[in-house]
């Protein structure tokens, strides 16, 4: 349908039954007026690039983009068609452009101190258990040294720089590939957010060659860490004592709530929003072994939350000096908290129990997709005799 396009006419329109009434305009046949049923009036303008498709374009609503508006579009439109250009096309092109070039803008004007605040806020919060590690090494460690640096302007020489501050001047050893290794991750979360094209620092490489985490216990020196931790006063003695019977992360022990507990049942219940490694509930009996020492613990804090606490407002925090007190009572040396925790799991593949249990029992991840979504089983009482078996044994060494 064809029409001399004038504001009367369009005005008079009325919107059709059903489908939509299109009509062109005579004066400007490239143009074209839609009208809906609910009498939405949209231009439409058609034109041609030579050597390519015939194109439409919308070109907004009547009476917002008014006739002599729409007619001046089309004409501007099929004379750029007739010699060779799509202004259309352009004009994406040159929108996209600016878009791009005002995020690279924002780039070049970010630092890398601003980079890390972002980095640890929005994503190592949400996605990461211990993420005030990570934000204490950025500002410990590589603010005061790249903070001011525009992020676009960093050199994989600044990283190298920074390490060899930190290895050299500082006398810092594995921890130099911590920080190493969280400035990494952070430059990665840089480059996909499209801050960076970049990591600078992916091809560093380690400073320092650290010894293989294999340490197991021996029968001997599990028996004298056991006599140091009983030269101490609780918590730190139950705290030792209960990482050593159980086998249970550090954390997970250092932050046990007494609600986690059900002492009469020999239950203690690590919830989800704790179980950081697996991300569900974990229930693990209690030897009772176990059970003796945690009904000896003190309950303090008013409500008492916290199982083990100095002053019971927060969890025990003396690690650091605790293991200092240990090694030197002890005498032994080169090992870890988590090393009671491969202790354990040697320990009881030597006791022959069976792995599935004895997985299950020390709250790893046990793979396989019937393990996952057909096997329903709790594995309580499989889990009780493997953790009772344990402690039996570790009591057996130490003299208990």
């Not at 890398?112 to 919060?125: I, M």
């Not at 380690?206 to 056991?226: F, G, H, N, T, Y």
């Not at 020492?293 to 690690?319: H, N, S, W």
Request: with cysteine; hydrophobic share 40%; proline share 4%.
């Amino acid at each position: 349908m064809k029409a001399k396009f004038t504001d009367f006419y369009i005005k008079s329109l009325q919107p059709p039954a059903d489908g939509r009434l299109v009509v062109t305009d005579e004066t400007t046949p490239c143009l074209s007026l839609r009208v809906t049923t609910s009498g939405t009036k949209s231009w439409s303008i058609q034109y041609r690039v030579k050597g390519h498709p015939q194109r439409r374009v919308t070109h907004g609503t009547y009476p917002t983009i008014t006739l002599t508006d729409a007619r001046a579009r089309a004409k501007a439109l099929t004379a750029a068609a007739s010699v060779g250009r799509d202004l259309v096309a352009e004009e994406d092109a040159a929108a996209t452009a600016a878009v791009a070039q005002a995020a690279e803008d924002v780039a070049r004007a970010r630092a890398v101190k601003q980079v890390a605040a972002d980095y640890v806020e929005t994503y190592c919060k949400p996605n990461q258990a211990k993420w005030k590690n990570t934000e204490a090494m950025l500002n410990n460690h590589v603010v005061p040294k790249l903070g001011n640096k525009l992020l676009v302007e960093l050199r994989r020489a600044d990283v190298v720089e920074l390490l060899d501050d930190l290895q050299i001047k500082k006398g810092m050893k594995a921890q130099v590939n911590r920080v190493l290794t969280v400035i990494k991750h952070m430059l990665t979360w840089a480059v996909e957010k499209e801050w960076i094209e970049v990591n600078v620092a992916m091809v560093v490489k380690k400073r320092v060659k650290e010894a293989p985490k294999d340490r197991v216990l021996s029968a001997d020196e599990l028996k004298a860490i056991w006599a140091a931790a009983d030269s101490l006063t609780d918590p730190s003695r139950g705290f030792v004592k209960l990482m050593i019977l159980t086998g249970h992360r550090r954390d997970e022990i250092r932050c046990m709530e007494w609600s986690e507990l059900d002492l009469d049942a020999e239950i203690w219940t690590l919830p989800k929003a704790r179980n950081q490694k697996v991300k569900r509930d974990h229930v693990m009996p209690l030897a009772p072994e176990v059970k003796a020492i945690l009904e000896a613990l003190p309950r303090l804090g008013d409500p008492c939350k916290f199982v083990f606490t100095v002053e019971g407002a927060k969890p025990y925090a003396g690690q650091r000096g605790l293991k200092e007190i240990l090694d030197k009572v002890s005498k032994v040396t080169g090992w870890t908290f988590h090393d009671f925790r491969r202790t354990t799991t040697t320990g009881m593949s030597a006791l022959q129990i069976r792995e599935e249990h004895r997985e299950r029992a020390l709250n790893h991840v046990i793979k396989g997709i019937g393990n996952k979504v057909y096997d329903r089983h709790d594995y309580l009482e499989e889990k009780r005799a493997a953790m009772s078996a344990w402690a039996r044994y570790v009591l057996s060494v130490v003299g208990g």
